[in-house]
């Protein structure tokens, strides 16, 4: 969906993936998204400000929620400085994020 949308998508596997490709010679970016699967919320938002931190401290972090309640869906909550946890319903609230950021 993020090519579609002209996005250029760098897909890692995991967190050891993640990092070797940073160490392999990690292409510049404007954002930085990581999928919450089998990881609580703060566990991805440090994983997300290591990768930061390792060659782009000021990109924006999104954190894309797997399990919520229905409350929740639809919202983004913000975690720190520019990091943000997703909770999609449709989908359009990563693009509107996307837009708000870039």
């Known amino acids: 969906m993020l090519r579609e949308k002209g996005y250029n998508v760098l897909v890692a596997v995991d967190e ?6 940073i160490n392999d010679g990690f292409v510049k970016s ?4 990581v ?16 990768l930061r931190e390792r060659r782009q401290p ?5 954190v894309i929620a797997a ?9 983004t909550s913000q975690v720190g400085e520019n990091a943000f946890i997703i ?14 950021l870039t």
């Open 16 to 21: 050891q993936d993640a990092l070797e490709r």
């Open 30 to 33: 404007d954002l930085l998204i």
């Open 35 to 50: 999928n919450l699967i089998g990881k609580s919320e703060e566990e991805m938002v440090n994983f997300g400000n290591q």
């Open 58 to 62: 000021n990109i924006p972090l999104i």
């Open 67 to 75: 399990k919520y309640g229905e409350d929740l869906e639809g919202t």
């Open 87 to 100: 909770y999609l319903g449709d989908g359009d609230e990563l693009f509107d994020l996307l837009d708000r």
